[in-house]
Nanobody, 118 residues
Framework: QVQLVESGGGLVQAGGSLRLSCAAS????????MGWYRQPPGKQRELVAT???????NYVDSVKGRFTISRDNAKNTLYLQMNSLKPEDTGVYYC????????????WGQGTQVTVSS
């Protein structure tokens, strides 16, 4: 089992910044890739950014150049630095972990709300 707890969401004006954190606990040695999804109001959940255990990163086009995903393996924590925020970045942000312990499973955090006002 892996537990993920997000923090750092909130209300910010357009152009502002927020940093999300996702603390992992449990059977963390099995964690491979991690990442962030978001769910805008009334829309489906979408992938925002991913990072592999080796540090390779990928971003959805809409956040490239503005968001930075990183992970601190010593602290078992995933981060998402969000700069130049836009109203369309509003949504609930979820972190996930891809875990392989015999079989492949995905674990999710509870989500943190990000609201960007215009």
């Amino acid at each position: 089992q892996v537990q993920l707890v997000e923090s750092g969401g909130g209300l910010v004006q357009a152009g502002g910044s927020l940093r999300l954190s996702c603390a992992a606990s449990g059977v963390i040695f099995g964690i491979n890739a991690m990442g962030w999804y978001r769910q805008p109001p009334g829309k489906q959940r979408e992938l925002v950014a991913t990072i592999t255990s080796g540090g390779s990163v990928n971003y959805v086009d809409s956040v490239k150049g503005r968001f930075t995903i990183s992970r601190d393996n010593a602290k078992n924590t995933l981060y998402l630095q969000m700069n130049s925020l836009k109203p369309e970045d509003t949504g609930v942000y979820y972190c996930y972990a891809e875990v392989v312990i015999g079989t492949l499973r995905y674990y999710w955090g509870q989500g943190t709300q990000v609201t960007v006002s215009s």
